[in-house]
């Protein structure tokens, strides 16, 4: 029973894409491994599971909204990212704490 | 679109663009880019997407008729890695602004290409041993160029593709050769598949550069990095040897060992026949578009079901369960 | 009879079956990313089987391996319930069944890993994992069907009609399994409640309604099965059984 092959598929916007980034082992960080299709979260993290991470060797998956993502753009590379050595209070080093205190 | 002189801005960025390829960077989806480079890279990248998923119906066609446990989820395993592949490349051609949609929408109505060699029919479980070890040797020979390919998306999902590609071959050549060392009525089901599968495999490389229309952005852009010939002559040199080692016999008269250049020398394509393939007049290209078209129309009620479901969900204020 | 030998045909012929079946859909599934996960599922069924029936064979003790039992048995030698041969039919009925198939499993591998039997436990343990994955999918997806469209629906529910009479075969414990109940683990035999849970709760999530109990269909655990088996199990041996003793 073929649905008829003239109508308009909706699955693009039923169908959002997702990013998915996985965690290779226990403390390492989470990194972008592709896209996949889903209609909601629960298939966006069971699809992630089955492409990026069916054989093993990830701990940890994260699934988000294509859409969600916000992203610097190319043009903007050189002061957004320049690590600014002549201000060194944004490194954590500068920063003195009592001992046996935690910091996070 | 070709503009015979750009406008000051666009040609200041053309040139740019130039440059960051010849130092070898890689460009990324945002990134300025020729419209000319985008267009080619869909055509290029949605191709090989089209053929991954094709590619599958000729190996699933000896699904349910594996000899072995093993084999039958060896080889499942296989055709799901194809389907992920493709799906990887549409992934990354969907950062170039086409939606999945559109692009199978092109295979579906006959508009774009997708690789000759799936047109051709699996007749044997031997043809099996032969995709694996002609076919994506073949494949492997593309696609570890294309792993260094400028376009980051593409380059990404290639290295993905080579780590799981190799696995395959090996397969493949493994079938090949427990069934050459076997029965006689093994070793001629795999001889047999040889002279079946061998100089449509040579035709995958596509025509000589010279007839190839496409060739020269490609390799200008660094998404190409060899030639068609240069990629075809380097899987012949490897492979004369892995068929040697079988005592299989390649159906190829004229083929011999050239000691000046150090490379197989062999006979002449059919590109008469290729012509025949790549235009719809395979063995096999309705089966293959109407078994894909059968899928895409008879699942369309269930992707619906989802979207619908989704919507409901969010509506109630309620994200289906994680 | 050998109790555990039997009772190990059963467990691998319902996967084999189950994963041949559903690996009839690869390359035709209604979405790739469906493609690869109801493969993924075909596979680790098919795994569980391989295990299953080569234990099977080292507990016969007659030298026959997951292969000879796969491939060199007949219809009325076979020990999986009429279920999983069924043709799949569209996504809805390939879904409903083998959500139906899940949740039983994953009931009936947590009790097996206590099996006394310590690499049936071990098969069991593994294969536990694996079909508490196949359930969350197949579930998710009864779900989507029952309450998703008004097309899936009716499907889902046509579905859950017509393959009802054949879920009494999996829940129905016979004198194997009260024996494999005493012998192997514990509670193998006693799952309907629990299964009929889990089922009524899905089903009523799905807005579906769930179908009286009526007659059910049995005899495939004592090899009378329907007339789909031996079509499935030509397709499935014809290549070993036309060239016996050779190696692939």
């Known amino acids: 029973m073929a649905a008829a092959a003239n109508e308009p598929d909706h699955a693009s916007d039923q169908w959002p894409l997702w990013e998915v980034f996985t965690q290779a082992k226990d403390g390492a960080p989470h990194e972008h491994a592709g896209s996949v299709h889903a209609p909601d979260p629960e298939l966006a993290l069971q699809n992630a599971r089955d492409v990026y991470a069916r054989r093993g060797q990830v701990v940890s998956l994260w699934v988000v909204p294509s859409s969600a993502i916000i992203a610097s753009s190319p043009g903007e590379q050189g002061p957004f990212f320049d690590p600014a050595d002549d201000k060194p209070y944004r490194h954590p080093q500068f920063y003195r704490t009592p001992r046996g205190v935690r910091v996070y | ?322 | ?248």
């Open chain 2, 1 to 322: 679109m070709s503009a015979p002189s750009l406008p000051p801005e666009d040609a200041a960025h053309a040139a740019a663009f130039d440059a960051r390829i010849d130092a070898g960077e890689t460009i990324e989806p945002k990134d300025w880019m020729p419209e000319r480079y985008r267009h080619q890279l869909v055509r290029m990248m949605s191709q090989h997407a089209h053929s991954e998923i094709v590619g599958m119906l000729p190996e699933g066609n000896w699904i349910t008729r594996a000899p072995s446990l093993r084999r039958k989820m060896c080889l499942l395993a296989k055709v799901q890695d194809e389907a992920g592949h493709g799906l990887y490349i549409y992934c990354a051609t969907e950062t170039l602004g086409v939606g999945r949609e559109e692009l199978i929408d092109q295979l579906l109505s006959g508009k774009a290409k997708y690789s000759s060699i799936f047109n051709y029919p699996t007749l044997t479980w031997a043809d099996i041993g032969i995709i694996g070890w002609f076919v994506d040797g073949a494949a492997i020979v593309n696609q570890t160029v294309l792993a260094k390919a400028s376009y980051g998306p593409y380059a990404r999902a290639m290295v993905r593709i080579c780590k799981e590609e190799n696995f395959h071959k090996r397969q493949g050549y493994e079938i090949v050769a427990t069934l050459a060392a076997g029965t006689p009525a093994q070793r001629a089901m795999v001889q047999d598949a040889v002279n079946r599968w061998w100089w449509p495999t040579l035709m995958m490389f596509g025509p000589s550069d010279a007839n190839s229309p496409n060739s020269g952005d490609l390799l200008r852009w660094r998404v190409k990095r060899f030639s068609n010939d240069e990629l075809r002559q380097r899987f012949v040199d490897l492979t004369v040897a892995q068929a040697q080692a079988v005592s299989l016999t390649l159906p190829d008269p004229k083929l011999r060992y050239d000691a000046e250049t150090g490379h197989w020398a062999y006979g002449d394509i059919d590109w008469a026949e290729f012509k025949r393939v790549i235009n719809g007049n395979g063995p096999c290209n309705r089966e293959r578009l109407a078994a894909r078209r059968a899928a895409h129309d008879q699942g369309a009620w269930v992707r619906d079901a989802a979207g619908a479901y989704a919507e409901k969900q969010r509506r109630r204020g309620t994200a289906p369960a994680a």
């Open chain 3, 1 to 248: 009879m050998d109790v555990l030998f039997e009772y190990l045909l059963r467990l691998g012929d319902d996967r084999l079956v189950l994963g041949h079946r559903l690996s009839e859909w690869c390359g035709h599934g209604p979405v790739l990313e469906e493609d690869i996960a109801l493969a993924n599922v075909a596979l680790d069924l098919i795994g569980q089987a391989s295990r299953f029936l080569g234990l099977a064979g080292r507990v016969e003790g007659k030298g026959r391996d997951e292969d000879a039992l796969a491939y060199f048995r007949d219809v009325i030698d076979y020990r999986n319930v009429k279920l999983v041969e069924l043709p799949n039919g569209d996504f809805g009925r390939t879904i409903v069944r083998q959500f139906l198939f899940d949740a039983w499993s994953v009931l009936l591998l947590e009790r097996l890993q206590q099996a006394t039997h310590a690499e049936l436990a071990g098969i069991a343990a593994k294969a536990c994992k694996e079909a508490r994955y196949h359930v969350r999918h197949s579930g998710e997806w009864v779900l989507r069907l029952g309450d998703g469209t008004e097309e899936s629906h009716r499907r889902a529910q046509t579905a859950l009609d017509e393959l009802w009479p054949y879920t009494g075969e999996m829940l129905a414990a016979d004198e194997v399994d009260r024996a494999a109940a005493g012998a192997v683990a514990p509670g193998v035999a006693a799952l309907e409640p629990a299964w009929r849970e889990v089922v009524s709760d899905v089903v009523r999530r799905a807005t579906l309604t769930l179908p009286a109990d009526g007659f059910m269909h049995s005899g495939g655990r004592q090899g009378r099965h329907t007339e789909h088996l031996g079509h499935l199990l030509d397709e499935m041996q014809i290549l070993a059984r036309s060239h016996p003793g050779a190696t692939w």
